[in-house]
């Protein structure tokens, strides 16, 4: 079965940096893209970048470019998204997303993770 | 790159049909056969509908049909049910390897 698992909710303070997870397993995790969403409190989905796990190969939403760093480790089948400096408006939900083979650059997501809040507040 | 536009809300009667838009420019929708829509209900992950502009994956039920015209798509819930209720995003290949969202539709089952 496939299934992306990420980590859990975090609650942070402007500033500080953080790193959240997503586990890819039951697939062969360098086969797929994956992607992550943003989802900021009662608003709607934005794409924020892909990443291929094969090579670390990534390209970012222009909206997103420098502001977060998207990551994978193909030993541990696990990709992550990054902050160096979170701010206030960084708080929001964010989902990964895996790509059919196949369909690597299109608007195709089939499995989510079930998400990863992040809370920043001072 | 601004995000795909949609009607805030949509809704219908039991049995009845419902077609949500969602427009865009000749840079995204228009310009290449590659939207999907996603159903996301209260506190869970989006769900892929349909993809390719009118494909359906497995297991999505055929009441749920897309289409296109110029800069505008649609999706279409025909034989609407109770557990249609949710919101629903369109999302298209914006060219230089980028994706959009479009702001989403909350639909009422009635």
């Known amino acids: 079965e496939v299934q992306l698992v990420q980590s859990g909710a975090e609650v942070k303070k402007p500033g500080e940096s953080l790193r959240i997870s997503c586990k890819g397993s039951?697939?062969?995790?360098?086969?797929?893209?994956i992607s992550w969403v943003r989802q900021m409190p009662g608003k709607g989905l934005e794409w924020m970048g892909r990443?291929?796990?094969?090579?670390?190969?990534?390209n970012y939403s222009p909206s997103f470019q420098g502001h977060v760093t998207i990551s994978a480790d193909k030993s541990v089948t696990t990709a992550y998204l990054q902050w160096r400096s979170l701010k206030a408006s960084d708080t929001a939900m964010f989902y990964c997303?895996?790509?059919?083979?196949?369909?690597?650059?299109?608007?195709?997501?089939?499995?989510w993770g079930q998400g990863t809040l992040v809370t920043v507040s001072s | 790159q601004s995000a795909l536009t949609q009607p805030p809300s949509a809704s219908g009667s039991p049995r009845q049909s419902v077609t949500i838009s969602c427009t865009g420019t000749?840079?995204?929708?228009?310009?290449?056969?590659?939207v999907s829509w996603y159903q996301q209900h209260p506190g869970k992950a989006p769900k892929l509908m349909i993809f390719?502009?009118?494909k359906r994956p497995s297991g999505v039920p055929d009441r749920f049909s897309g289409s296109k015209s110029g800069n505008t798509a649609s999706l279409t819930v025909s034989g609407l049910q109770a557990e249609d209720e949710a919101d629903y995003y369109c999302?298209?290949?914006?060219?230089?390897?980028?994706?959009?969202f479009g702001g989403g539709t909350k639909l009422t089952v009635l």
């Open positions: 997303a895996r790509h059919p083979q196949g369909y690597s650059y299109g608007p195709i997501f089939d499995y």
């Open positions: 039951g697939y062969t995790f360098t086969s797929n893209w």
């Open positions: 990443i291929d796990p094969s090579d670390s190969y990534t």
């Open positions: 000749s840079s995204d929708v228009g310009g290449y056969n590659y």
């Open positions: 390719e502009v009118s």
């Open positions: 999302s298209s290949y914006a060219g230089s390897s980028s994706l959009v």
